[in-house]
């Protein structure tokens, strides 16, 4: 019986850039659901069981790291990596929620390809170990 | 700037990995070219933004910034059950500056009381001419307080209280910059479990007298 593809959540407030990394992730084998606001994201996560989620910093309707928060709340996972044109990695926001574990990896825009698909095959197989101790 | 970037970097890598693709390559074309346009807009605006202080720095109505920040507030205000009380002194003096740059200062300060205020409370925002002859406002709320070991913090890059993704510590230094740059200067008074007033004063603009 062929596996079904792991399911990747994208939240950009930009369809440009859902666009971008649809076409990055599907291709590498994942289902892609992409969405330009933060609140149809968390509906999404409660509905749909996402491996990995890639969140925007910057939302217009919600805080891209507020709305991680309730990812992590309400879909304990679901991995995310947080994509960002406003912050750096050396920023304090980024450190700091990397360190306390709100999301697993943070990518820099404008990223390589190769770092989106690294990043979605880490998280995933993080969520397989998790679902594997019954996490 | 970055976001746009990001799309027109993503778009060209598409097109090297798949460069047989028709329909991809239009695709990626066409985002190349939006993005490219939208990243000129960007650069536009921060070249007008980057021009010499002079040509920004005209007469301003701080009544005016004050009631445009607080319409732009207004809807955040009433969710966080936060009162206003306005008590504006009548005729207030003008001041010579950017009037973009002091609503960043007032809306700044107002986001900062009403975050101090999580169950609601009174933010008073009052205005007067000193003795001294300059502009006064007051920026007052009933919140938390600020405890007094931090007091001389608060205006240090960085510097915050607020969870992660909350807030990077950046806004009252970046307002204590702009005041300077206004001739003029900004205090704080506070009281853990009463509330906090923050005080900006500007010279009052020669022909206002």
């Known amino acids: ?135 | 700037m970055r976001n746009p970037l990001g799309i027109i970097s993503a778009s060209a890598q598409l097109l090297l990995e798949h460069p047989d693709d028709a329909e991809l390559r239009s695709q990626c074309a066409n985002k190349i070219y939006t993005a490219t346009e939208r990243a000129s807009l960007i650069i536009e605006n921060l070249l007008k933004f980057a021009r010499p202080q002079s040509e920004r720095i005209k007469p301003v109505d701080l009544h005016a910034v004050l009631e445009e920040t607080l319409a732009l507030l207004a809807h955040q205000m009433a969710l966080q059950k936060v009162t206003l009380q306005k008590q504006f002194q009548p005729n207030l003096p003008r001041v010579h500056g950017s009037p973009e740059m002091l609503q960043q200062v007032a809306t700044n300060l107002i986001l900062n009381a009403c975050n101090a205020m999580p169950e609601g409370g009174t933010l008073t925002v009052a205005t007067r001419t000193t003795e001294a002859g300059q502009v006064q406002i007051r920026f007052s709320d009933t919140g938390r307080g600020i405890p007094p070991e931090h007091l001389s913090k608060i205006f240090d890059p960085f510097f915050t209280t607020m969870p992660v993704g909350k807030g990077i510590g950046l806004g009252l230094s970046i307002s204590y910059s702009i005041i300077q740059q206004h001739q003029g200067t900004i205090g704080v008074e506070s009281q853990v479990g009463q509330g906090t007033t923050f005080t900006v004063r500007l010279p009052v603009m020669a022909d206002s007298r």
Request: net charge negative; aromatic share 8%.
């Open chain 1, 1 to 135: 019986m062929e596996q079904e593809p792991p399911r990747i959540l994208v939240v950009d407030d930009e369809p440009d850039m859902c666009w971008a990394l649809e076409n990055i992730l599907r291709p590498a084998g994942y289902a892609v659901t992409d969405t330009t606001s933060g609140a149809e994201a968390l509906e999404l996560v409660v509905r749909e069981r996402y491996a990995v989620a890639f969140v925007d910093a910057k939302l217009p309707d919600l805080d891209g790291l507020e709305l991680t928060a309730l990812i992590r709340q309400q879909s304990p996972h679901t991995a995310v990596v947080l994509i960002s044109g406003y912050f750096y990695e050396e920023d304090r926001s980024i450190t700091e929620g990397l360190q306390k574990g709100l999301f697993i990896g943070f990518i820099a825009k404008p990223f390589d390809l190769e770092e989106i698909r690294r990043m979605a095959c880490q998280a995933v197989e993080r969520a397989r170990g998790v679902e594997e101790q019954g996490g």
